[in-house]
């Protein structure tokens, strides 16, 4: 049966788009020089999300043996080395947009600031420390069959839940962060609309490579 792939091209066109839908927050909240408004949970739960995905596609990608799924192919191709660069450079963008607003002045309580810094750096020990940890460490399929299969479990039938999880309340956290301080205006609405548009697309991106021709 023939599986559909999106062509390189979009998806290049797509990393692009990730890297400019970033450029309007950024420069907004760089020029207001606060970061006031922007709930730092917004920022924790989506730059945990988006770490989740860029460990999931280099596992996918760098670390697995086993047969082709529906986010990869085998052997991996261009595409598949075109999507971690994607979930790469989100991941990169969302570390930068965290920093920026941690960094600048705020109303921010210490408290919640530390509690963020701390909470991804555990997350960073849970999730992208051991797929690069099993992605250094040599060894054959069948050496590496069952930490494979542990990282495979730790990602499937724990991380995933609790991300999804994350990403409501991301939205749930800056709702009323906004709702509660109206005239700020911290959020970029072009960039928000411009993220969304791609990151649809982006993980059509991914899904579509499981689905026959006929389904698309």
Same mark, same amino acid.
């Given at each position: ?8 091209? =979009? ?8 890297? $400019? ?25 989506? #730059?945990? +999300? ?5 460990? $999931? ?18 052997? =991996? ?24 607003? /941690? ?12 509690? !963020? ?34 990282? +495979?479990?730790?990602?499937? $039938? ?11 309340? !991301? ?7 906004? $709702? ?6 911290? #959020?970029?609405?072009?960039? #928000? ?17 499981? #689905?026959?021709?006929? /389904?698309?």
């Amino acid at each position: 049966m023939a599986y559909y792939n999106v062509p390189n091209w =979009i998806r290049i066109i797509l990393l692009l788009s990730s890297v $400019l839908s970033f450029a309007p927050q950024l420069r907004r909240t760089i020029s207001r020089k606060t970061s006031s408004g922007i709930s730092t949970f917004y920022l924790l739960f989506n #730059l945990i +999300s988006t770490t989740e995905q860029f460990a $999931l596609a280099f596992f996918f990608i760098v670390d697995n043996f086993e047969q082709p799924d529906v986010f990869v192919h085998r052997p =991996i191709n261009a595409g598949d080395w075109i999507n971690l660069a994607q979930t790469t450079v989100v991941a990169i963008l969302w570390l930068t947009l965290f920093c920026v607003c /941690l960094y600048l002045p705020s109303d921010r309580r210490v408290g919640s600031v530390v509690f !963020a810094i701390g909470a991804y750096i555990a997350f960073l020990l849970i999730s992208v420390v051991p797929v690069f940890a099993d992605a250094i460490v040599p060894g054959t399929h069948e050496d590496r069959k069952w930490p494979i299969a542990i990282l +495979s479990g730790i990602h499937y $039938l724990f991380l995933s839940w609790i991300v999804t999880g994350l990403n409501a309340a !991301a939205f749930y956290c800056q709702a009323r962060e906004t $709702l509660s301080r109206p005239r700020d205006q911290a #959020l970029s609405h072009i960039g #928000l609309a411009i993220q969304a548009v791609t990151f649809a697309f982006m993980a059509f991106s991914w899904i579509s490579l499981g #689905l026959p021709v006929n /389904l698309v």
